[in-house]
């Protein structure tokens, strides 16, 4: 086994043993020492020493202040909290000695009595009682799709995706709002056969018949019919009297609006953000200048303006007595302003994608939304989750900032509650804020570790 | 080694034209980057490309899919004339397959999903039949057991031969490659051109750059050599190589064969 470094002739007669790994690499010793023991266990030198007394050193100081950060938090929410109110006494519940309660003078801690007595009106804000199992079932049968399409075992999960893009808002919007809308038959008539007539057109037009209608705008016209028809057909089946009593979108509040918004906002703004994005790489001049006019506008004004002038300007514009829902307003504003965000993200993903991709895909004859489709959005997306999420987030916790234009989401509901005398204390504020921030924080965290997770898988089955 | 495995030339069909070129020209820009081609290819013809990098021969076989688009001549792949009629592109890459220098395979699907994606979108095959037909093809290419992996999980040479069988899922009548072997580690490139000169062993016409000598002589019935934008020579492969004539071709070739 002995190698003579300065002879270059050598020929290995015996193999090297194959051995198992040092110990300092395995098991929970291993662990130990790759985490916490390997910077601090080198005093061979004067620097290493001095190296690994400061990380001892902020090692100490760092969990001693997050230890006792945590612990102040648990005994302000869980151990020193008021819990129940038996006798009914409402915000006496939580006042000290000197306050005039029955706790002692240096209590400070959540009051949950307070936020039993507000779950409703967080979770539905003025929606009325008797009414409130449509907002759960809408909720109950959202959740449940929302479910079946995450979890990977579960059968025709394809299926149920489609059907909760497509029946679900139909049926939410409808149980929410108690449908029988008024409706213009006639008008609505009028529009679908014009809606056929488009679609006519189209289909002549991409069979070459029309001559000078290219087949590329003849496909435009046919979906501008499409949309015309399921638009109006849409607004008939929201004109059913169901025997629901009608509850107006402005008696809609707290968590029901945020997930209103959030979701509407988060649906729609990931494919409308493709296409912006596809738009603005384009090889069309037009579509890639108005695609790009687009995101720079919606990025350029912050949205808190979007939504002020949804509510204050649009209706300016809009002919007298022409009522254009409000929530419906705010929706819109969201909805486009994160489909700019999300054309970015989704951009950045479609530019890592390498040039041979585009080149196999056209070389074997798949078009251009084929190659998009099976190819390109696949791979792009997958580099963006991470990016696509942070825009989800974003997207969710500035649903609050709906509360400028009067809408009363789960943290407008929380202000609302604190503006409640009976309730009135020195904690009141800060235990509402805090379960209001923990709300926000399990949605979000929620689609954090769902996204990581789908990293992971996707990472997984796709490389070595 | 040349006598016997040669491919012989009788499989070229003389009076069925693949491909022509007349007069093609094209620039980058301001760049004349194929300089007044003409290339006429009959059904079974197996050509060479060669050339110094740069000299233009990835453009022009670029050109004969339309990947790159040309500005003046003409090009006609099966009789059908190549313009901007997008319907008259995608016949001719159904019937033209391609292979490139980086296999361009796509790493989120599996060898069989990369081989059946093809005739389920284009040829609009049922998905059984296109994983028949891609097994079948795997196995010519002898990798059938790595259907269900992902490209990621292969080496070099096994994805070249991938990408291979992908193309042939479409039964082209054509196959162009664009230095097919230029990415692959020395002991992979045996087996992606063994498989390619089984391909021209049954007769499948197809253009090659390439500067795999070996191969040249083996199967190529004609030898193309570009430089600068044109083609300089053109010969029966003994011929080109025993008794170039231009000077530009002897200097390449002295540079590419010997030490
Ligand atoms: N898309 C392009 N835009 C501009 N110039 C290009 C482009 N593609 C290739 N070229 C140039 O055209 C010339 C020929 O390129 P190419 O056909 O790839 O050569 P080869 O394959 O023979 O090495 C090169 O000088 C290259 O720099
Ligand atoms: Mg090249």
């Not at chain 1, 809609?252 to 209103?260: D, H, N, Q, R, S």
């Not at chain 1, 040039?355 to 190659?371: I, N, R, V």
């Not at chain 2, 007349?22 to 194929?34: D, R, S, T």
Request: aromatic share 10%; charged share 15%.
């Amino acid at each position: 086994m002995t190698q003579n470094s300065h002879n270059s002739v050598f020929v290995r007669k015996v193999d090297a043993e194959t051995l198992p790994p040092p110990q300092n690499e395995m098991g929970i010793r291993g662990w130990l020492w790759r985490n916490l023991l390997y910077s601090v266990t080198d005093y061979s030198s004067v620097s290493a020493a001095l190296r690994s007394l400061a990380m001892i050193f902020f090692t100490v100081l760092v969990s001693y202040v997050g230890l006792t950060q945590l612990w102040l938090l648990l005994d302000f929410v869980f151990f020193s909290a008021v819990w129940s109110d038996p006798t009914g006494i409402k915000r006496e519940a939580c006042w000290t000695l000197s306050q005039g309660g029955t706790l002692p003078d240096d209590w400070h801690a959540a009051c949950w009595p307070f936020i039993f007595a507000k779950l409703k009106f967080l979770a539905y804000g003025p929606y009325p009682m008797d009414e409130l199992w449509r907002v759960n079932v809408t909720g109950l049968l959202g959740l449940a799709g929302l479910c079946w399409v995450l979890i990977e075992a579960l059968p025709y999960r394809r299926l149920v995706g489609v059907l909760m893009l497509t029946a679900y808002p139909v049926i939410a919007l409808i149980l929410l709002t108690g449908g029988a809308s008024e409706a213009n038959y006639f008008n609505a008539t009028a529009y679908i056969f014009v809606g056929l007539a488009l679609i006519t057109v189209g289909r002549l037009g991409q069979r070459d018949l029309l001559g000078i209608v290219a087949s590329d705008f003849a496909s435009i016209i046919g979906f501008v019919g499409w949309s015309l028809i399921v638009f109006q057909v849409l607004m008939l089946i929201f004109s059913v009297d169901v025997g629901l009593k009608p509850v107006g979108t402005g008696d809609w509040g707290g968590l029901m609006i945020t997930l209103v918004v959030a979701v509407t906002g988060i649906v729609v703004s990931l494919p409308l953000g493709v296409i912006l994005a596809l738009g603005r790489r384009s090889n069309m001049p037009v579509a890639r200048l108005l695609c790009t006019i687009f995101i720079e506008f919606w990025r350029g004004v912050p949205l808190i303006s979007v939504l002020f002038m949804a509510s204050v300007m649009i209706p300016l514009f809009l002919p007298e007595g022409v009522n254009f829902d409000k929530l419906m307003r705010a929706l819109i504003g969201v909805m486009l302003f994160s489909a700019a965000y999300m054309a970015e993200v989704v951009r950045g993903g479609l530019q890592a994608i390498d040039k041979g991709q585009y080149e196999a895909a056209e070389a074997m004859g798949l078009t251009y939304w084929q190659s998009m489709r099976q190819i390109i959005l696949p791979q792009a997306l997958t580099h963006v989750i991470p990016g696509i999420v942070n825009t989800f987030i974003g997207l969710f916790k500035d649903t609050t900032l709906v509360s400028i234009i009067g809408l009363f989401d789960l943290l407008g509901a929380g202000k609302s509650a604190i503006a409640d005398a009976s309730w009135s204390s020195p904690v009141q504020a800060i235990s509402i804020y805090l379960f209001v921030g923990f709300i926000f924080f399990i949605f979000c965290f929620g689609m954090s570790r769902y996204s990581i997770f789908m990293e992971n898988k996707l990472s997984k089955s796709r490389s070595h | 080694m040349a006598g016997k495995s040669r491919t012989s030339s009788n499989m070229v069909v003389k009076d069925e034209v693949m491909i022509s070129m007349q007069a093609v020209n094209k620039w980058f820009g301001n760049f004349h980057v194929l300089k007044d081609i003409n290339l006429t290819v009959n059904k079974g013809e197996r050509i060479v490309i060669c050339g110094p990098s740069g000299s233009g021969k990835s453009t022009l076989i670029r050109c004969l899919n339309r990947l790159e688009e040309h500005q003046a001549g003409t090009i006609k792949v099966q009789g059908i004339e190549l313009n901007n009629d997008l319907k008259k592109i995608d016949e001719i890459r159904r019937e033209v397959g391609m292979v490139f220098q980086h296999f361009n395979l796509f790493p989120h699907l599996t060898i069989l999903e990369n081989c059946t994606l093809a005739p389920i979108w284009v040829r609009k095959t049922p998905k059984a039949d296109a994983e028949a037909i891609a097994m079948k093809y795997l196995e010519r290419v002898k990798i059938p057991e790595q259907a269900h992996k992902y490209p990621g999980q292969l080496s070099g040479g096994q994805q070249q031969r991938v990408a291979i069988a992908r193309s042939l899922c479409m039964e082209p009548k054509l196959m162009l490659f664009d230095e097919p072997t230029s990415a692959l580690d020395p002991e992979m490139i045996k087996e992606v051109l063994d498989t390619m000169v089984s391909l021209a062993e049954d007769g499948m016409s197809m253009i090659c750059v390439t500067h795999e000598m070996g191969f040249a002589r083996k199967v190529a019935n004609r030898v193309i050599f570009m430089d600068e934008g044109q083609i300089v020579e053109q010969n029966e492969p003994e011929e080109f190589f025993q008794n170039p004539q231009s000077d530009r071709t002897k200097l390449f070739l002295s540079q590419i064969l010997g030490h």
